[in-house]
Nanobody, 123 residues
């Protein structure tokens, strides 16, 4: 069992930056790939990206590539999402999630989810 708690969301102007954090409970954090998923009002969940168990092999959706960076600190049981050059289209609830699977590139592969943190980008 893994419990995830996101933090760091808020209101930011277009062009600004935010860093989200996701703290995980349990001693098996390093056994999971970690991903970020977002959901805008009235839209389906969108896979943002994921980082592998060892902290390498980051993968990003085309919509955020070059602007967002995922990192993790296994000693602190925490994964981060650094978001730069934000646009109003990035407004959404952002969720972190833990994946036991072999690719972890789809939302259905994720086993545990946080409660989400709201990110709002004003124009």
């Amino acid at each position: 069992q893994v419990q995830l708690v996101e933090s760091g969301g808020g209101l930011v102007q277009a062009g600004g930056s935010l860093r989200l954090s996701c703290a995980a409970s349990g001693r098996t954090f390093s056994s999971y790939a970690m991903g970020w998923v977002r959901q805008a009002p009235g839209k389906e969940r969108e896979f943002v990206g994921r980082i592998w168990r060892s902290g390498d092999m980051p993968y990003y959706a085309d919509s955020v590539k070059g602007r967002f960076t995922i990192s993790r600190d296994n000693a602190k049981n925490t994964v981060y999402l650094q978001m730069n050059s934000l646009t109003p289209e990035d407004t959404a609830v952002y969720y972190c999630a833990a994946c036991w699977g072999s690719s972890c590139l789809h939302t259905y592969e994720y086993n545990y989810w946080g409660q989400g943190t709201q990110v709002t980008v004003s124009s």
